[in-house]
Structure formats: C-alpha cells, structure tokens
C-alpha cells in the first residue's frame, strides 16, 4: 500500500490496475475525459445541472434583456439560454417555477427572458451562445412583432387562468420589446471538460488530468 500525496486513502497499485481496466468497459470505450465529466454532474454553487446537456443553469429575477445576459456573462461566461429541444425547454420552465416566488392573485402570468433574439431586426433568431437554431416553441400566433420592435422572447412559464379568446400555451414562446422587465431570466454554461482550462487543447494534459481525477474517484468509492 502507498499514500499518494493528492488522495487522503491508501491505493495497492495492483488493485488500482485492475480497476482502472474496467474504465472502459463501464462507460462504453468513452474517452477518458468524457468519461470524468459522466461521473461528476456537479455545478457551482447556485446552479443546476441538466444532464441531457451536461449544461448548468441558473434564474435571475426581475430583469430587462440587455441586463439579463449582461448578467449571465458576468457568471462563469455564461449567457441567456438557448434551448435545443422539447426535454430542456421543459427543464427550463420548471427551473423557474419552483426559483421564482410568484404571487398568481395579482398576476397570473409568470414569464422568463430566454436568449432567442433579433436584436438586428433582419428576421434572423438567434442565440447569444451562437449555436444553431434547431428548436422553437411558438405560442399560436407568433411570432408576431405586434409592437414593431418585438426583437426578444420569454417563456410563458405558467398561465394560472387561460382566457380561451386569447389562446396562450404554457412553456411556448413570446416575442416582446427587449426593454420590457420580466419577473425571471434564466443563465446557462456548459460545463467544460473536467479540470481543463480554457483554451487547453493537449490532449496528454487532459488525459493526465483525467487518470489522476480517476484514481481518486475510485480511491474514495473504496476507502470511504
């Protein structure tokens, strides 16, 4: 037995070899990077994970869109959200209903800034984390540019009492003027690959990093 000086616990170098081979054959010949960030779903503190994205996610409150993803820049250099299917958008809307304290007696409509923009105003949607726009979810009749300058969206998180003349579905999307405040806004990063800094692309790094937080994975499942 020896003490590694990074790890609190006892490793037999022997039984260390024998576990590390069965690495691959549990996470399906995944890198080992990969396989570091599969096994830890951690987020910073005041953050949730989305393991369908392996993204973190946070809801701000009470904010216009311009200071909304000023905001979530600010934090972990992230951005308002995008979303890329059914699944997150879900996750998304239930992230905010139980963040957001929210009186329905004096409004019953509790929204959300999501990052879809066009801030250009050239008929182009965008994301301000540049990915691809693969998923909308439109309310009926929109979106509409009712204002003329409707160049940001919310979600309607929750509509407590639905009008059947004015049709709106929960979870879909509004555009509205950028300048209005919402009641929430919700952040996202997506989390880097483990311990790897930004802009660290040697691969040897990042599989020296991965064998070392392995170890130690097994070390504390083992010894603890």
């Known amino acids: 037995m020896k003490c590694l000086w990074w790890m609190k616990c006892p490793v037999d170098e022997v039984s260390l070899v024998n576990e590390l081979s069965l690495v691959d054959e549990l996470f399906n010949g995944r890198n080992p990077v990969d396989k570091l960030c599969l096994m830890n779903n951690e987020c910073e503190l005041g953050w949730t994970y989305f393991n369908l994205t392996h993204g973190c996610y946070k809801v701000l409150s009470n904010l216009n869109f311009e200071l909304a993803q000023e905001e979530c820049s600010l934090q972990k250099s992230g951005s308002l959200v995008s979303i890329h299917n059914h699944e997150e958008n879900e996750f998304v809307n239930n992230l905010v209903e139980k963040s957001i304290k929210w009186d ?120 603890n």
């Open 104 to 223: 329905f007696n004096s409004n019953i409509l509790l929204t959300a800034w999501i990052g879809l923009h066009d801030l250009t105003f050239n008929k182009k949607w965008r994301w301000p984390d540049d990915s691809m726009v693969d998923y909308t979810n439109w309310n009926i009749g929109e979106p509409n540019g009712e204002f003329g300058r409707e160049s940001c969206v919310e979600t309607i998180v929750r509509l407590d009492k639905p009008n059947p003349r004015n049709p709106i579905m929960s979870h879909s999307w509004n555009d509205i003027p950028c300048s209005v405040i919402r009641p929430a806004a919700v952040c996202k990063y997506k989390r880097k690959y483990c311990g790897a800094h930004q802009g660290q692309n040697n691969s040897a790094d990042r599989s020296e990093e991965a064998f070392y937080r392995i170890v130690e994975l097994i070390c504390l499942n083992n010894f």
